[in-house]
């Protein structure tokens, strides 16, 4: 039995008791918290039907070691028909307050479904949020008004009149460091200046224009009159919430900004290549950088090419989730993206990470002869992930390796039978260390430049003799080691085939062991001499191509 003595009766156990009663009534999370409610909005051009907001504000909340405590008390007024739902986005608005300060400043909004309220007059919902500057220019009119909600910031309250002029927000979001968001139907709102980095962001209804298909704009065709696909491969870039700190900068300048650098190259390899389709390889975030939210630095990596309406695919590499999204949430947020390909196979992918994340196959079309709208597949792309670290460390210490239940899957749902194709994951095989010939015992042909050691995993698991004896996998390429960008010709199994790096594009990831530029690699797939073509570009002189080679001839790897 425990006792308690009399100094502890009177100076501890009130301060327990009190303790434990204010978190009850003002910290303990109720059952309307962080609801995950249908956040569907009335939208006048498809006539759907969901939750709207009501209320905004920003709230104090009590963070200690990843868990948080907010007062629950939630304020229905003038809602008479259905039950309000109070949402806390948990962003820190003072992005740069320390880390060990446990009180945080959230926003929070209240929703409510909107059905039975588009019969109610003069009902009250937000349906904007501005900056003071925006608010200046606006005339309020009767049936409007503005709340209040941080420093230079106002929701604009509008009466319910008509459904003809009702637009209300559905979702907020708290992004940081972004110019633009992507996301359908969200916009980020102008002139807010909670912090140099913390922005809001809206989503009200999504016109008929914006919308994007999910099967044209997520079908990989070649173009009418050609026979060139060309990808860009954009490895390591390693993004980060803030501008990023670089690394190992070759050749080193004044004021080095990783991503803003990083994101300056990509985009002039865009418009000088204008590619079909982007494939990023791994570690597109440094997720230790993106505790704060791995979201607004996923958004930052994707953007350009969402903007440039240019189809992506991606993997992920050992860094991703080390944030604040697991590869789960990860997935879920790239797959359902504008222009993605990324894909989640329902019932297999999950986190169980065995399996892994992103294991799937896009197909390239072209469009038949006299048969409009009828396509025939003409080349495969490959995805697995390669997963992290290794879950046998004493055995075999260092990297995990692609299972073959992954590849297995591939093979049994995805029957390639297409004459070119390609597989992309983010750790290298072990293969990649094969210099020597197997049949021969001379050095393997080599293109590129290999400036450190090959971080293989240690346990060979069948993957590359699965892809070339079963797949007729002519090419994979590969990021992880960010100062290796070669190609290396592989006999192994029979067959050749060539294990290519993308080359470290990112800033903000390690690059150094005698100064190794940043660099893009480029593939172009041409269909009627069922070639592949290679070469890079590099950061100071963008310009310029250089390494080009020859990788497939007549669909055999040469």
């Known amino acids: 039995m425990i006792r308690f003595n009399r100094r502890f009766t009177k100076l501890y156990l009130p301060l327990v008791v009190f303790t434990v009663t204010i978190w009850f009534l003002f910290f303990h999370n109720a059952e309307n918290i962080d609801r995950n409610a249908d956040l569907l909005v009335f939208d006048k051009y498809t006539g759907r039907k969901g939750n709207i907001v009501i209320n905004a504000g920003v709230i104090r909340c009590i963070s200690i070691l990843g868990a948080s405590w907010c007062p629950s008390v939630i304020s229905s007024a003038g809602v008479k028909h259905g039950r309000s739902y109070r949402t806390i986005v948990k962003k820190d608005l003072d992005f740069y307050s320390s880390s060990l300060n446990i009180f945080k400043k ?39 008004e503005k709340k209040h909600l941080l ?24 992004l940081y460091n972004l110019e633009f968001d992507p996301r359908p139907g969200w916009k980020l709102v102008d002139g807010i200046t909670i912090n140099a980095l913390t922005k809001f962001s809206i989503y009200k209804h999504m016109p008929a224009s914006d919308k994007i298909t999910s099967t044209k704009d997520r079908t990989l065709v070649l173009k ?34 990783a991503d803003r650098k990083t994101q300056v190259f990509i985009d002039k390899v865009l418009d000088l290549e204008q590619p079909d389709l982007v494939i990023f390889t791994g570690d597109q975030i440094m997720g230790d950088q993106c505790k704060k939210d791995s979201k607004s630095a996923l958004l930052k990596v994707v953007g350009p090419i969402i903007a440039r309406k240019i189809k992506w695919a991606m993997v992920w590499g050992n860094h991703d989730d080390e944030g604040s999204l697991d590869r789960f949430e990860l997935s879920q947020l790239a797959a359902s993206l504008p222009y993605s390909t990324f894909r989640i196979n329902a019932g297999i992918d999950t986190l169980d990470t065995t399996f892994g994340i992103g294991n799937y196959v896009q197909k390239i079309y072209k469009e038949e002869k006299n048969k409009p709208d009828s396509y ?57 260390l094969n210099i020597k010939s197997e049949s021969t015992g001379k050095e393997n042909k080599i293109v590129g430049s290999g400036r450190e050691g090959v971080t293989a995993p240690k346990y060979n698991s069948g993957t590359l003799e699965f ?5 007729n996998v002519q090419l994979i390429s590969v990021g992880h080691d960010h100062c290796n960008d070669y190609c290396l010709s592989n006999d ?67």
């Open 106 to 144: 959230y926003f929070f909004y209240d929703s409510v479904n909107v059905g039975p309220l588009l019969k109610v007059k003069n009902f009250k919902y937000i349906s904007d949020i501005v900056s003071k500057k925006a608010l200046e220019s606006q005339e309020l009119g009767e049936n409007v």
């Open 151 to 174: 420093e230079d910031t106002y929701a604009i309250v509008s009466k319910l009149t008509s459904p003809e002029t009702f637009e209300p927000i559905a979702d907020v979001d708290v």
């Open 224 to 257: 009418q009159d050609s026979a060139k696909y060309k990808i860009v491969q954009l490895a390591d870039m390693h993004f980060s919430i803030t501008d990023g700190e670089c690394h190992d900068e070759f050749p080193p300048t004044d004021d080095c900004k």
């Open 376 to 432: 025939i597949p003409i080349g495969s792309l490959i995805f697995m992930d390669s997963h992290k670290y290794s879950k046998s460390p004493k055995s075999f210490p260092g990297y995990d390796w692609i299972k073959p239940s992954q590849y297995n899957y591939i093979g049994k749902h995805y029957g390639l039978k297409t004459p070119l194709n390609m597989a992309f994951f983010h750790i290298p095989l072990p293969e990649y």
């Open 467 to 471: 892809l070339k004896k079963e797949l």
């Open 492 to 558: 192994d199994y029979g067959s050749k085939s060539w294990l290519c790096y993308g080359g470290g594009a990112g800033e903000g990831g390690y690059s150094g062991y005698g100064g190794t530029e940043r660099r893009i690699r480029v593939f172009e797939i041409d269909f009627d001499k069922l070639s592949i073509e290679t070469w890079k570009r590099k950061q100071t002189n963008s310009q310029d191509t250089f390494d080009h080679q020859e990788l497939v001839s007549g669909g055999i790897a040469v």
